[in-house]
């Protein structure tokens, strides 16, 4: 990962598309932003989404702010949004079997890397959110909370959050028992409680040591995970 070129500042108070203004006043674009959605739950997928918006008013998103400080409805409405603005923009899930085998930080980098491989057009440049990632196929940036301060970024994570919202709570629908359209899978008392009263579904993650003492494996790792297929869910590019 490289840094901002040469002379290319941004203000603290620039705003959530001032990353995308200075890359362009140095002539650089497309910029694609990439982000995830669900590291951090014991059960479902991990998703990637990545977008690239144009310049100028064409490229401003209403509404738009970090996936996670947004409503459900108003996600859904960034969302829409951003499929008609964005310029390229794709979606990546890796299964609970994949995170399982390649581990969650690993799993996390490579839905990255895919999530900017499948956009229709190749991005000049890539802001990630918080962490450098190799490999994108063009240099970039990690931006502390870039899905706050970056407007492609933020882009990213509702197309990655709506996605993997949209997931759960089909999921919820096999497995009722377990509630994950309220919590989407992340570790709440309710899930907690569901675990231990009814073992791990085929859904869970047995990286977690939660779904793991509910299995009666909190002492070892399952280490024949079956690799789950990668599945492109959407992508498009105007």
Request: aromatic share 6%; glycine share 10%.
């Amino acid at each position: 990962m490289s840094t901002l070129p040469r002379g290319a500042t941004v203000r603290r108070d620039a705003g959530l598309y001032g990353y995308e203004r200075a890359l362009r006043r140095h002539g650089i674009e497309p910029i694609a932003g990439v982000d995830e959605a669900g590291r951090g739950a014991c059960a479902g997928p991990l998703v990637a989404g990545a977008a690239i918006l144009p310049a100028g008013k064409a490229g401003i998103v209403p509404g738009l702010a970090d996936s996670k400080l947004l409503t459900a409805a108003a996600r859904e409405r960034c969302y829409e949004q951003i499929l008609r603005r964005a310029v390229a923009w794709s979606v990546v899930v890796l299964p609970h079997d994949e995170c399982d085998r390649l581990g969650m930080h690993v799993a996390n980098v490579e839905a990255l890397r895919r999530a900017v491989a499948k956009l229709d057009l190749p991005p000049a440049y890539v802001l990630t959110d918080g962490f450098p990632v190799d490999g994108l196929g063009a240099p970039g940036l990690a931006v502390w909370k870039g899905d706050r301060v970056a407007a492609c970024v933020a882009a990213a994570s509702v197309l990655a959050k709506v996605t993997r919202d949209r997931i759960m709570t089909e999921l919820d629908e096999q497995w009722p028992a377990y509630d994950f359209k309220t919590h989407k899978g992340y570790v709440t008392p309710t899930h907690t409680e569901a675990l231990e009263r009814h073992g791990p579904c085929p859904v869970h993650r047995h990286r977690f040591v939660n779904v793991r003492r509910a299995a009666g494996l909190a002492d070892a790792l399952e280490s024949d995970q079956p690799v789950g297929a990668v599945r492109t869910v959407e992508g498009g590019r105007r």
